[in-house]
């Protein structure tokens, strides 16, 4: 069943070259998706390619200048106010860096506190922080409630985010390029628990990366988007060991093998 679908969506910015002229840059074009429930889909595309933008516009931080976001069913595009405020609880975001995300001054009971006083959390609210640090596996929960960002590595940082993001129960977490500022080892371990999550939650996921080799790890299914534009779409699977766009080809040739020994003359 589909949960979300992105119908003809093209953003455009207007690039300021002084105060009366300006280029337009077109940063999609066009782009229709849909989201499965309970799918873990990937986005793919080298740098420049829209993926950003097009994260920004699924959770409404952008306005697109056509085209629509339909969410279970309602067309969302121009939602504002208490609306706005429900539809951001349905579909959270988490994204590369969770420092600049995290507050220094404050610890991470605050930190996974806040989202569920602001949206009055009805049932006890320490429980439930603990269930959150326990579902993003920061166990014992006892061990980080007084822990600050820098007290804390990359990979349990990230998960602290992604407790926060889950507090308000949303149907669909956006994850952009969640791995990319990480070593090997704790990427393996954060995608592992992007799966985990839709297992036990039974929430869909969208992983936004220009890495085809984590992305064939865990999606279902990928877009492949090329300057603005979805190039192909399918089963990961499929795509990776078929591609039919040429650019795709191309993204899967530039992608290095994790597992492939180096050769040293
Ligand atoms: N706020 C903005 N103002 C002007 N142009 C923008 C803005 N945001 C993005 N762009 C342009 O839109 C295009 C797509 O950018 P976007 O950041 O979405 O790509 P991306 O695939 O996420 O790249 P990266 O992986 O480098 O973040 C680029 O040409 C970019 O320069």
Do not use: C
Not at 61 to 68: A, E, V
Not at 76 to 82: A, D, E, T
Not at 234 to 257: C, F, H, M, S
């Amino acid at each position: 069943m589909s949960l979300m679908e992105i119908q003809n969506l093209t953003k455009e910015f207007t690039v300021r070259k002084s105060l009366t002229k300006g280029d337009i840059v077109k940063a999609l074009d066009e782009v229709s998706l849909e989201l499965r429930e309970k799918e873990l889909l990937g986005i793919v595309g080298a740098s420049g390619s829209g993926k950003s933008t097009l994260a920004r516009l699924m959770v409404l931080l952008y306005r697109p200048t056509s085209g629509k976001i339909i969410f279970n069913n309602e067309d969302v595009s121009h939602h504002k106010g208490q609306k706005l405020k429900m539809y951001r609880k349905n579909i959270q975001m988490v994204f590369q860096d969770p420092y600049a995300s995290l507050d220094p001054f404050h610890n991470v009971e605050w930190h996974i506190k806040r989202p569920l006083l602001i949206n009055h959390y009805k049932g006890n609210v320490s429980d439930r922080v603990q269930e959150l640090l326990t579902q993003v596996k920061l166990d014992p929960p006892s061990q980080f409630l007084d822990k600050y960002p820098h007290q804390m590595s990359g990979g349990q940082r990230q998960r602290v985010y992604m407790a926060r993001a889950l507090a308000t129960e949303p149907k669909v977490l956006i994850a952009d390029e969640p791995v990319s500022m990480l070593d090997v080892s704790l990427r393996i371990e954060i995608l592992e628990l992007l799966l985990s999550l839709r297992e036990n939650l039974g929430i869909s996921i969208i992983y936004i990366t220009h890495d085809l080799n984590t992305v064939s790890m865990i999606t279902d299914r990928i877009y492949v988007l090329n300057k603005g534009k979805v190039v192909e779409s399918g089963n990961t699977k499929q795509v990776i060991e078929n591609p039919v766009d040429e650019y795709t080809r191309r993204l899967i040739k530039a992608a290095p093998d994790p597992y492939k020994k180096i050769e040293v003359d």
